[in-house]
């Protein structure tokens, strides 16, 4: 039986095969810990809209895998994405509202001159997640939070051990290396926020100023404003890094649909949005239940963890047609790489943006890259991408 924990070899590298197999035999499986894997595209459509059953919250399940009171244990139940109303409505309220449309709009020349100024200084056996796919998003959520540009060297380092502590199984490795990243983040930070309450930027633009200075129903505390600046730093790193990567190697493994798109650059829109759903940056969601439910023909009792597999759903062939084949051009495109409900993407927008911009002008730039074979893979279950692409550009 597939067992999330101890998972087939080669999973994190290509899940896909296992997907379809659970999809057509088991779409809701027990798991041998007690949680639930969830495989429909229609079972997670209705998990993320109904809160009152399926909750965010992760006290429970964080207490054993992280233990109370550790860096982790605060860090994961403080941010918005594992909590439910009213810390969750309060802290998305305040998020949503700082990056508006025309803080966006705002960004697009920034980004466009980072990734120029990347193209060019690109070296000809290049690593396109090394010098260009994971470069971008550091900048973008840089620039979003005001970090300096001479502080933001440690930022990946620390977004990635402290995501990594969510992976289903954890050596004791990961474990200390997600504690001491939470440790050296909140230090960090908290030298970063009292130098902007001393000198505020522009709430206009400035998503850290404008998280400090709260809304009408209030402000956050240190402890909430700090832990969800860490989560925001974190959630547009790893995942945006590998929708650059993840796009670039499928545009490479499929050379009818990489010409078609350099013939009509005006399909990028639809194009990103099929890398987003045929190789999605977050393959897993969780949520916990609240009642006895039943999915399928499986009973699932109250306070069962569920997890809820974002690559499956996205391969559904009762939503998909030939969910298998990339196709450029699909429309309608219901993937749910972004979730959905009252806790989908905040960042959709700038991740579709950066998505879009670099691969873009990337191909623009480099029609004729091509990947060499020893590409390196993540090694995650929960994050889909790759730690190396070694890329010949001509
Ligand atoms: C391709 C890139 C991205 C992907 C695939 C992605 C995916 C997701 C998913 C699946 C969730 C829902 C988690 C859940 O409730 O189970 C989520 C939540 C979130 N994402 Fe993203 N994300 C991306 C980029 C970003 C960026 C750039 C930002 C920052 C500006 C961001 C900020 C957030 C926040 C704040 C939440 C929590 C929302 C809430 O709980 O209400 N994400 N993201």
């Known amino acids: 039986m597939f067992d999330l924990a101890n998972p087939p070899a080669n999973f994190t590298d290509n899940p896909f095969p296992h997907y379809d197999r659970l999809l057509a035999e088991t779409p809701v499986l027990p798991q041998p810990d007690g949680s639930v894997l969830i495989c429909k595209h229609a079972d997670l459509n209705a998990i993320y809209r109904d809160t009152a059953t399926y909750i965010s919250d992760k006290k429970a399940a964080f207490t054993p895998k992280f233990g109370l009171d550790t860096p982790l244990f605060e860090h994961h139940t403080t941010s918005l994405v594992f909590n439910d109303p009213p810390l969750h409505t309060r802290v998305r309220r305040i998020m949503t509202s700082a990056l508006t449309p025309k803080a966006l709009a705002r960004m697009e020349p920034g980004l466009i001159k980072t990734i120029d100024h990347l193209l060019n200084v690109m070296p000809q056996d290049a690593d396109l997640i090394e010098d260009f796919a994971s470069v971008i998003p550091i900048q973008i959520i840089g620039n979003l939070l005001d970090v300096p540009m001479d502080e933001r060297g440690p930022l990946r380092d620390w977004s990635l051990s402290i995501l990594g502590a969510l992976e289903p199984v954890l050596t004791p490795q990961q474990l200390e290396m997600g504690h001491q990243a939470v440790r050296d983040f909140k230090q960090?930070?908290?030298?970063?926020?009292?130098?902007?309450?001393?000198?505020?930027?522009?709430?206009?633009?400035?998503?850290?100023?404008?998280?400090?200075?709260?809304?009408?129903?209030?402000?956050?505390?240190?402890?909430?404003?700090?832990?969800?600046?860490?989560?925001?730093?974190?959630?547009?790193?790893?995942?945006?890094?590998?929708?650059?990567?993840?796009?670039?190697?499928?545009?490479?493994?499929?050379p009818v649909q990489k010409a078609q798109l350099i013939d009509e650059p005006t399909l990028i829109n639809t194009a990103v949005e099929e890398m987003l759903r045929m190789r999605s940056p977050n393959q897993f969601g969780n949520r916990e239940t609240t009642a006895k439910v039943t999915l399928g023909d499986v009973t699932i009792p109250a306070g069962t963890n569920l997890h809820l597999c974002i690559g499956a759903a996205n391969r559904d062939p009762d939503v998909f047609d030939k969910p298998g084949v990339f196709d450029i051009t699909r429309q309608p495109n219901r993937h749910l790489a972004f979730a959905g409900g009252p806790h989908v993407c905040v960042g959709l927008t700038l991740a579709r943006m950066e998505g879009r911009i670099a691969i873009d002008r990337f191909l623009r730039r480099y029609p004729d890259y091509e990947l060499a074979a020893r590409r390196v893979g993540g090694g995650r279950i929960r994050f889909h991408g790759y730690q190396s692409l070694p890329c010949t550009l001509s």
Request: proline share 3%; charged share 25%; glycine share 10%.
């Open 188 to 254: 960090y930070l908290t030298g970063l926020i009292a130098r902007r309450k001393a000198r505020p930027g522009d709430p206009e633009t400035d998503v850290l100023t404008r998280l400090i200075d709260g809304d009408d129903s209030g402000r956050l505390t240190e402890i909430e404003l700090i832990q969800n600046c860490i989560f925001i730093l974190n959630a547009g790193h790893e995942t945006t890094t590998n929708l650059i990567g993840n796009g670039l190697a499928l545009l490479n493994d499929n």
